[in-house]
């Protein structure tokens, strides 16, 4: 039967009264339990089906809860948080020691708009029978979730510390010593020194030592990844910035390494017009995104490592000279096995234990006469040469003692113990000749140029034309020499 018209309200105001009303009633029919706190958390008023969760948290009657803040009365409850930011929570799992409920939580507000207190109301309890595929799509989920944090970790984790980079030689306990020192502070570390002395381990070392340990380690080779990508891939990509751009967007090396360490790999092959930008983000610690004019802020140190004399390249202007003034905060040089005589013997240990660790193979050991024809090696690859001699000598004999024979393959020359391992001299390079008299000296950077052509021509010609024999020679890296041999336009005799 439809009631009288004048029983109707007659206002919007009135009509908004009862539909809250009505669904206020709703809610305590329709939920198991219902709650209402203030805005200063007390607890107001709960349902007659809530009270039978009291014994579980704790409390006999309802009278012991009014008045008391929400935090108090129900262990890991978020009406706090609701009330506080003023949105509402529409499903969420509640856990404590009364059981484990699906719940919601909804502001409550005045007629002026201001936060007045919360609704909750217990939608089920026990969950994990009744809605069993869900709870244990939760439990998966939250599963990877924890996976995923422990494999973070790990990768975060350092992989070197500063007694890993071995030795008891002046040189190694000097590297080690300076190491420690710039590890306690954020300046820039401009790490020097020829391929394979140990720069990138050297680099994790002090990320271990730092306060930054725990946070990421980033690096990356610049000389490996192509030049029209090293924008990308050390400011990232804004969304949308190029056509087949990820739609997401990509963060760049250096947001992947904020509030840890950034290590710059052979920065001196980094294009000239890449490095005003470098320059800017070391000043400022921020940058902007390919294709974005966002300004995002980043807090990174960076290590950076090269085995070019980058003072020659700023003379030459192929490197700018106030990126390296900005680079060469603190100078790191790594000596070359030659410098390191006393740490040859640990050092080869330390390699074959990890060559047979992780190749799964017997530990092999080097007999004296082995460990004395390497000692004699000039090894302008250094230790990562050296590895490579021993892994190729280790996997290619099933003695576990190694012999001088067993490395006839691995070197190009094999002396006898008793020959002088000593290089034999180039051949006679000529010495620039004095300006005239009155006439102005060439400028220095010009006269080094000379000196290095003239000497890396008469070495070729002493090998015949054979660059790593060259290279040994004049005690400098292959990689080294085809630089040279590209910056002078030198071509090695037939």
């Given at each position: 039967?439809?009631?009288p018209?004048?029983?109707l309200?007659?206002?919007?105001?009135?009509?908004?009264?009862?539909?809250?009303?009505?669904?206020f009633?709703?809610f305590?029919r329709?939920?198991?339990?219902?709650?209402?706190?203030?805005?200063a958390?007390r607890?107001v008023?709960?349902s007659e089906?809530?009270?039978?969760?009291?014994?579980?948290l704790g409390?006999?009657a309802?009278?012991?809860?009014?008045?008391r803040?929400?935090?108090?009365?129900?262990?890991?409850?978020?009406?706090?948080?609701?009330i506080?930011?003023g949105?509402?929570?529409?499903?969420?799992?509640?856990?404590?020691q009364?059981?484990?409920?699906?719940?919601?939580?909804?502001?409550?507000r005045?007629?002026a708009?201001?936060?007045?207190?919360?609704?909750?109301?217990?939608?089920?309890?026990h969950?994990?029978?009744?809605?069993?595929?869900?709870?244990?799509?939760?439990?998966r989920?939250?599963?990877?979730l924890?996976?995923a944090h422990r494999?973070?970790a790990?990768?975060r984790?350092?992989?070197?510390?500063?007694?890993?980079?071995?030795?008891?030689?002046?040189?190694?306990?000097e590297?080690k010593?300076?190491?420690r020192r710039?590890?306690?502070?954020?300046?820039t570390?401009l790490l020097?020194g020829e391929?394979?002395?140990?720069?990138?381990?050297?680099?994790?070392?002090?990320?271990?030592?730092?306060?930054?340990a725990?946070?990421p380690?980033?690096?990356v080779?610049?000389?490996?990844?192509?030049?029209t990508?090293?924008?990308?891939?050390f400011?990232g990509?804004?969304?949308?910035a190029?056509?087949?751009?990820d739609?997401?967007?990509?963060e760049?090396k250096?947001?992947?390494?904020?509030?840890?360490?950034?290590?710059?790999?052979?920065?001196?092959?980094m294009p000239?017009?890449?490095?005003?930008?470098?320059?800017r983000?070391l000043?400022?610690?921020?940058?902007?995104?390919l294709?974005s004019?966002?300004?995002?802020?980043v807090?990174?140190?960076?290590i950076?490592?090269?085995?070019r004399?980058?003072?020659?390249?700023v003379a030459?202007g192929?490197?700018?000279?106030?990126?390296?003034?900005?680079?060469?905060?603190?100078?790191?040089?790594?000596p070359t096995?030659r410098?390191?005589a006393?740490?040859?013997?640990?050092?080869?240990?330390?390699?074959l234990?990890d060559?047979?660790?992780?190749?799964?193979?017997?530990?092999?050991e080097?007999?004296p006469?082995?460990?004395?024809?390497l000692?004699a090696q000039p090894?302008?690859?250094?230790?990562?040469?050296?590895r490579?001699v021993?892994?190729?000598a280790?996997?290619?004999?099933d003695?576990?003692?190694l012999?001088?024979?067993?490395?006839a393959?691995?070197l190009?020359?094999?002396p006898?113990?008793?020959?002088?391992p000593t290089?034999?001299?180039?051949a006679p390079?000529?010495?620039?000749?004095?300006?005239?008299a009155g006439?102005?000296?060439?400028p220095?950077p010009?006269?080094?140029?000379t000196?290095e052509?003239?000497?890396i021509?008469?070495?070729l010609?002493?090998?015949q034309?054979?660059?790593?024999?060259?290279?040994?020679?004049?005690?400098i890296?292959r990689?080294a020499l085809y630089?040279?041999?590209?910056?002078?336009?030198?071509?090695?005799?037939?």
């Amino acid at each position: 039967m439809t009631a009288p018209s004048s029983a109707l309200p007659q206002d919007a105001d009135g009509l908004l009264m009862l539909a809250a009303q009505s669904m206020f009633d709703v809610f305590a029919r329709s939920a198991q339990g219902m709650m209402v706190v203030d805005r200063a958390h007390r607890i107001v008023w709960i349902s007659e089906g809530y009270k039978r969760f009291l014994p579980g948290l704790g409390f006999e009657a309802d009278s012991i809860i009014i008045g008391r803040r929400v935090e108090d009365v129900v262990p890991n409850t978020l009406m706090a948080q609701v009330i506080e930011s003023g949105r509402p929570i529409l499903v969420d799992l509640l856990s404590n020691q009364a059981g484990t409920f699906l719940v919601s939580r909804l502001p409550l507000r005045d007629e002026a708009g201001q936060v007045i207190g919360a609704i909750g109301l217990v939608l089920m309890d026990h969950p994990e029978t009744t809605m069993q595929p869900l709870m244990a799509k939760f439990s998966r989920l939250q599963q990877e979730l924890e996976d995923a944090h422990r494999q973070l970790a790990a990768q975060r984790r350092p992989k070197h510390t500063i007694a890993s980079f071995i030795g008891t030689s002046p040189a190694a306990l000097e590297v080690k010593r300076q190491a420690r020192r710039v590890a306690q502070g954020a300046s820039t570390v401009l790490l020097l020194g020829e391929t394979g002395t140990g720069k990138e381990l050297l680099a994790h070392a002090i990320h271990a030592a730092s306060a930054r340990a725990s946070r990421p380690f980033v690096g990356v080779n610049i000389a490996a990844v192509p030049e029209t990508l090293l924008e990308a891939e050390f400011f990232g990509v804004a969304p949308g910035a190029y056509t087949g751009a990820d739609r997401k967007g990509r963060e760049g090396k250096f947001k992947l390494a904020d509030g840890g360490t950034l290590f710059l790999d052979e920065i001196g092959d980094m294009p000239l017009a890449l490095q005003s930008k470098l320059l800017r983000v070391l000043q400022e610690q921020e940058l902007e995104p390919l294709g974005s004019n966002q300004v995002i802020r980043v807090d990174v140190r960076v290590i950076a490592a090269t085995s070019r004399d980058l003072v020659a390249m700023v003379a030459a202007g192929q490197f700018r000279a106030d990126l390296y003034y900005r680079l060469n905060v603190v100078p790191i040089r790594l000596p070359t096995l030659r410098e390191r005589a006393g740490d040859f013997e640990a050092l080869a240990e330390a390699l074959l234990d990890d060559i047979a660790r992780r190749s799964a193979m017997a530990h092999r050991e080097l007999s004296p006469e082995a460990l004395a024809l390497l000692a004699a090696q000039p090894w302008p690859g250094n230790i990562r040469e050296l590895r490579n001699v021993l892994e190729q000598a280790s996997m290619m004999s099933d003695e576990l003692r190694l012999t001088p024979a067993h490395f006839a393959g691995a070197l190009p020359r094999v002396p006898s113990i008793e020959q002088d391992p000593t290089p034999q001299p180039l051949a006679p390079v000529v010495t620039p000749s004095l300006p005239e008299a009155g006439q102005p000296p060439r400028p220095l950077p010009e006269q080094i140029a000379t000196l290095e052509r003239q000497a890396i021509s008469a070495a070729l010609a002493h090998t015949q034309g054979n660059k790593l024999a060259a290279a040994r020679l004049l005690q400098i890296s292959r990689a080294a020499l085809y630089d040279k041999l590209a910056l002078y336009g030198l071509i090695s005799p037939a």
